[in-house]
């Protein structure tokens, strides 16, 4: 079992920057790929970034590649996403999500752990 609590969120302008934190619970931490999506109002789920259980992988969404940055730190069993250069439409609730999978996928499916979530308003 592994449970994740995002926190970091909040209201940002345009071109400014926000760091996400993902706090997990998991004897197996250092196991699992880790990756961040956000959902728009209104909108589906989509990929934003992941990194592998070793941290010497990522891998990023087209929309955010450049911008945004993920990390981990094993030892503190956190998970990190750094969001520069941030626009208006990259408003949406962002949630880590853990996968047992070896390699970086992108599909929500291919999750099986959330975060609740947390909100990111970028203001033009």
């Known amino acids: 079992q592994v449970q994740l609590v995002e926190s970091g969120g909040g209201l940002v302008q345009a071109g400014g920057s926000l760091r996400l934190s993902c706090a997990a619970s998991?004897?197996?931490?250092?196991?699992?790929?880790l990756g961040w999506f956000r959902q728009p109002t209104g909108k589906e789920r989509e990929f934003a970034a992941a990194?592998?259980?070793?941290?010497?992988?990522?891998y990023y969404a087209d929309s955010v590649k450049g911008r945004f940055t993920i990390s981990r730190d094993n030892a503190k069993k956190t998970v990190y996403l750094q969001m520069n250069s941030l626009k208006p439409e990259d408003t949406a609730v962002y949630y880590c999500?853990?996968?047992?999978?070896?390699?970086?996928?992108?599909?929500?499916?291919?999750?099986?752990?959330w975060g609740q979530g947390t909100q990111v308003t970028v203001s033009s």
């Open positions: 998991a004897r197996t931490f250092s196991s699992w790929t």
């Open positions: 999500a853990a996968s047992p999978s070896r390699g970086l996928v992108r599909r929500p499916h291919e999750y099986n752990y």
């Open positions: 990194i592998s259980y070793g941290g010497a992988s990522t």
